[in-house]
């Protein structure tokens, strides 16, 4: 009997697209060869295959399309349709994409047309912003190249990028759907985007190149120009410096209130030094960088011009709340005096652009107006409904600070994460909730490995954790040395001598195979390791600066890897095996994506800003009354506030305030112009974990930046920052 006759006993199998076996019924690929065709059939065949030649893909002729040519129908399509903007270089680059797969038909058949537009619908996906541009990403690029296999006879193949898509991830995808061990990431100086603010767009954009660590000098005045800028457009965004309505003709004074300068009555107006000419006895508010004459004489500098600064009868608001060090970009309220003082020409020319004669009177100095994190992306948070609103105020909500997403486009998925992770527990499972969820940092400043104190020290420590709930991330700070090494010097010993030290660091890590196969060590240089230490001799080396070489770390790692490979099989599915991470200086911890930005960095700015402040003078009282009153007043003030409280906030203060690591001139902390957009502070982080050995141990949260300084780790000594309160401690172990 033929298999293919139903009967009773042999029933007939069933399609594979029956729901019987579940299964869909996929396309029949193509045959490698020709089918075979009957004789009566032949004519048939080769009119049909004649006619699919006459619109297959082989009749498509390519020709040089010009951009102009093809202007029109981009602007019909990209912008009045799709509302998109299109520059010159993205257009020449459609314009030769189209030219070489739609041919002579771009224009009659709408080939064009029909290709921009779903070129725009991929733009859209990938969120590429309003501005069509073939940028460092390649992202415009990388959309035609994705459309070049969907092609057929000049038009799309629907069926094709459709099946493309489905099997093709979205470079954004994949932060829709994080877990637990992909919430984490340590980013170096490598890692970050070049970032400098544009005066016409207003707003952050991504610089193009490569960097290099010899730039043009052009690269070294615009590192300071960018620093201007953002601070500047960041006062003018202040409610401070905003005219109102009715607005008063007495000039407006700095005053403080609370912990801040701010405006009573009358609102701030910034004056560029160069229209200071011609405008003697007039009292105005200047904003410029601190900075030394050529004749040695401290003087303000903006992007107009310069003027010497008198201090003799200055002040600074707060009062010994801040440092002033050259290099730093500082309000300063006084006025100018044209007499015919400091007309030498050393160095730079007279007028606009260079020095201007006269002096400039300084009363009053103060730090430029900080900024919140959430008003610098533009976030509103209600409190009330637990509700965030990414809609208000003009800020940087798509700029990519991280390279990770902006905060407008995966911010808000990224908390969902948050929440999910982090979130608070069930009454019913608070216990085994708190066990599981690990929100802690654990920071160690200061590790000096050569000395056995430090190592029992660290030891102590990681027992402790062990025995308890597990940290998120343990950082150590440099230096790792107490002495420079390989800088000639027998204290500081050779290569041979620092690997040594961290096989014994090794050796204690390996106690604790568990910890080392569940939490992530980072691990921040110092001045005193290689290979800086070896020509600055423990000196002030160019920032930022690159990780430690593999050369020493190699036993670091192998305990790592053995950890991992004994342990790591027993840990959760839903956790990351346990890294050591040899991050530059300084370095961040991103902690879903952009919504939590944890920022290392060691550095001694307590003692460097103690060198270089400027000192002013302590003005008298007007009276023997207003004197007793004022010295008691500052008696039960300096009473009441610790010493290393005040020296804390007033660390913090002239840090934060400048909104970036090292405002400093580059004769005292050079910096590598090309990279100088690593040690920048806008926006503010959610925390800074500075190491300052120079600087007493604290905890400080200042405009809602947790600012941590775990001081040294001899005496066993460290600090905790837990990511889900956003709250730090000083904690201290015995040994």
Known sequence: MDDAVATPRHPQPPFSS?????????????RRGPVPSRAGFAQHATTATTATGASGAGSVLPILLPAQTLRPVAFRTLTKKHNLTLTSSALALLATFIGKFCGTGWREESLAERLLDEVAKAWKAQDGGILVEDGPDKKLSAILKSLEPCMLAGRVDVAKLSRTNSFSRNPLSRTYSLGRQDSQSSLGVAGLPRLVYSTTKKTLETVAGDASLLPAVQRKTAMFRNRYNLIHQRLLRHESFQTPSFASAQPPTLQRSASSVTAMSHAYKITPISNLLGRSGSSHLLLGLLALSPTSDLCLTDLSGSVVLDTTYSRCVPEDGAWFCCGMIVLVAGTYEEDGSNNSTLGASGGPG???????????????????????LGINHDSRRNHIDTSLGPAFGW??????????????????????????PRQEDDQAARRRTRSKIAILGECHLDSPRTLEAIRSILRIY????????????????????????IQGGGSVEYKEHFDALASVLSEFPRLLATTTFVFVPGDNDPWASSFGAGAATCLPRQP???????????????ANNDHGSTTRPDTA??????????????????VEEVVLFRDDLAARMRRNSLLFPKLDAATPAAADDDGDQQQQQQDTVAIDTRTARKLVKSLL??????????????VLSDYASALSLCPLPTALLLCDPSAPRFCVTYEA????????????????YDVKRRRAEIREGRF
């Open 18 to 30: 029956s729901p019987g076996f579940g299964t869909p019924a996929y396309p029949v690929q193509p």
């Open 354 to 376: 260079g020095q201007i004669k006269g002096r400039f009177v300084a009363d009053t100095f103060a730090g430029p107006l900080p900024e919140k994190r959430e008003a610098s």
């Open 399 to 424: 700029v990519d600070f991280l390279g990770l997403g902006s905060e407008k486009a995966v911010g808000q998925q990224m908390r969902q994460i948050r929440r999910r992770i982090l979130g608070a």
């Open 466 to 489: 062990s025995a308890t709930d597990q940290p998120l991330a343990i950082v150590l700070m440099g230096n790792f040395v107490s002495a420079a090494s390989m800088a000639g010097s």
């Open 548 to 562: 430690l070489p593999d050369l020493f770390t190699s036993r670091v790692r192998r305990a790592f890897t053995q």
């Open 577 to 594: 095996p346990g890294a050591a991470v040899w991050s530059s200086n300084p370095a961040r911890i991103s902690l879903f994506g952009p």
């Open 657 to 670: 305030d400048q909104s970036h690591l090292s405002p400093f001139p580059l004769s005292l902390r050079p």
């Open 705 to 720: 930046c947790v600012v941590v300084n775990p001081g040294r780790n001899s005496s066993m000594f460290w600090a905790e």
